[in-house]
Nanobody, 123 residues
């Protein structure tokens, strides 16, 4: 079965950086578009970024554009989220997911999810 394991979260001061990783197994990783979402306490899950299976196309939420970079290494079955200039409002659990169909902005368009990794940004 498909497994997604996120790592790299932690506690960082505002302005700092983190790099999240998501290791995938149980699927032909290089054939799937991947996404990152996040969910802050008391808020709904929201789209962060997505990357085409080829790595040639990416999209970002306006709130992270210019600060976050999604990338992938198909040889390692891993997708990354490089986060710089972090803000307290970036505090959330971050999830990676396998895109299925539909609008990539919606979580319902993704079929498989990891367990999440906590990112906390202190002011």
């Amino acid at each position: 079965q498909v497994q997604l394991v996120e790592s790299g979260g932690g506690l960082v001061q505002a302005g700092g950086s983190l790099r999240l990783s998501c290791a995938a197994s149980g699927l032909t990783f290089s054939s799937y578009t991947m996404g990152w979402f996040r969910q802050a306490p008391g808020k709904e899950r929201e789209f962060v970024a997505k990357i085409h299976w080829s790595g040639g196309s990416t999209r970002y939420a306006d709130s992270v554009k210019g600060r976050f970079t999604i990338s992938r290494d198909n040889a390692k079955n891993t997708v990354y989220l490089q986060m710089v200039s972090l803000k307290p409002e970036d505090t959330a659990v971050y999830y990676c997911a396998v895109y299925g169909s539909g609008s990539y902005y919606y979580g319902s368009s993704y079929n498989n999810w990891g367990q999440g990794t906590q990112v906390t940004v202190s002011s």
